[in-house]
Each structure stands twice: as structure tokens, then as C-alpha cells.
């Protein structure tokens, strides 16, 4: 099957994602993006439900700022996670 693909490389860099003195970790997850629902946080909110039933609650910083906002917020409320998310929106630098 001969199917036309594009690749995108990750546009992950080392550098700018680095432990910094003074600054706590205290999340164990992390969600980098623009806040639309293609993105995939809505599944993410989801699991996170699924295992706050099963007695695990990490906590998530949501990073970004998009349209989808709100209503990511309101699930995160529906879905009785939304202590455990903090949506810190955009980041620089």
C-alpha cells in the first residue's frame, strides 16, 4: 500500500525544558499545546477520571491557550479532575 505521508519532526529542544534552581516540581504530568480538542486533551482529562476511580490522582499543568479552553475546563470539572489540573496558560521563554 502506497499511501503519500508527510513527516513532522518533534519539535522537542533539551534546552529549554531543564530542572531550575528555586522552581518546585511538583506535577507529575505535563500537557504542551494549543487548547483544541484535536489535540488530545480531552482523552487525557478522561484518563485521568478513569484513574482517580482507581484511587491515582497525578496532577497535570495544562500549557497553552486556544479556543477549546473553557470547555476543557468545564470537562476537567465535569469529570471531578479539575483539582488535580492547574491550566497555567501561555508560557515564553
Known amino acids: 500500500l502506497d499511501v503519500p505521508a508527510t513527516i ?3 519539535p522537542y529542544d533539551d534546552r529549554l525544558f531543564r530542572t ?3 522552581v518546585a516540581r511538583d506535577r507529575e ?3 504542551l499545546g494549543r487548547l483544541v480538542s484535536d489535540k488530545g ?3 487525557l482529562l ?3 477520571a478513569v484513574l482517580a476511580r482507581a484511587g491515582r490522582r ?3 499543568t ?3 491557550d486556544g479556543p477549546d479552553r473553557a470547555a476543557l475546563e468545564a470537562a476537567a470539572r465535569r469529570l471531578e479532575v479539575a483539582e488535580q489540573v492547574r491550566f497555567a496558560g501561555s ?3
Open 8 to 10: 513532522v519532526g518533534n
Open 20 to 22: 531550575m534552581a528555586g
Open 29 to 31: 504530568l505535563a500537557f
Open 41 to 43: 486533551l480531552p482523552v
Open 46 to 48: 478522561a484518563a485521568l
Open 58 to 60: 497525578p496532577r497535570l
Open 62 to 64: 495544562v500549557i497553552g
Open 91 to 93: 508560557r515564553r521563554g
